[in-house]
């Protein structure tokens, strides 16, 4: 059923961002399980496509993996493509997350309301599955349901994996005043004879003003 979930996904895009980004949301909504149900019966499927929210869909469409996947990709095109590309260097992780958030509208973001740890272990899920591996059907976001992993790759999997995001987000912290300045530097250049004549127009225009009321003193 987990196999089905993320197939559909990887066969719905080839944009690494959107797949990062559907394969965490849709792992956080439902733990890739097709049948899932929630909000007392009101949403449906791997994205938990809330029902009263979208009238024209069906349980049974939102709980076909193809088809869900195909009706919340533009929501999650969209979201990916909001995170700064300088996020998805330093911390893909928080940038799939920000963009699930941004597609699935949840009360408050995955980081708040599921936990850190919560989130971290369904983007170790979803690393696995973009290495072409689903874990198996039924295990949850936090990898307590479908059987713990082996004693080899356990300290690698949550050792290491924690550790690298530990130090991720510190890094994405620091990144991203960099990318807001530069982006109001790129604006600044791309612009600056636009502003350069709305200045001159504001300075003639108080110019202006000053002449105006001496004479009218």
């Known amino acids: ?3 089905s979930v993320v197939q559909a996904i990887l066969d719905a895009t080839k944009d690494p961002h959107v797949r ?3 394969l965490l949301g849709s792992r ?3 733990s890739w399980n097709p049948g899932a149900v929630g909000d007392n019966g009101t949403s449906f499927g791997p994205f ?3 029902l009263p929210a979208h009238p024209g869909v069906t349980a049974a469409q939102a709980q076909n993996p193809a088809w869900a996947t195909r009706y919340m990709l533009s929501a999650y095109q969209r979201g990916a493509a909001a995170q700064p590309e300088s996020l998805w260097r330093s911390n893909p992780e928080q940038a799939a997350e920000q963009a699930a958030v941004a597609a699935e509208a949840p009360a408050q973001s995955y980081y708040s309301g599921r936990g850190a740890e919560t989130v971290h272990a369904a983007w170790r899920a979803t690393v696995g599955a973009l290495g072409g591996h689903a874990p198996a059907a039924g295990t949850s976001p936090g990898g307590g349901g479908g059987g713990a992993p082996s004693a080899q790759n356990a300290g690698l999997d949550f050792g290491l994996g924690g550790l690298l995001s530990a130090i991720a987000v510190p890094f994405a912290m620091i990144a991203q005043p960099f990318a807001e300045l530069g982006t109001l530097l790129t604006w600044w250049w791309t612009n600056r004879m636009k502003v350069a004549f709305i200045a001159v127009g504001v300075v003639f ?4 003003l000053v002449f105006f009321a001496k004479e009218n003193l």
């Open 28 to 30: 956080l909504e439902s």
């Open 20 to 22: 990062e980004s559907m």
């Open 48 to 50: 938990q496509i809330h």
């Open 205 to 208: 225009f108080i110019i202006g």
């Open 1 to 3: 059923m987990a196999d």
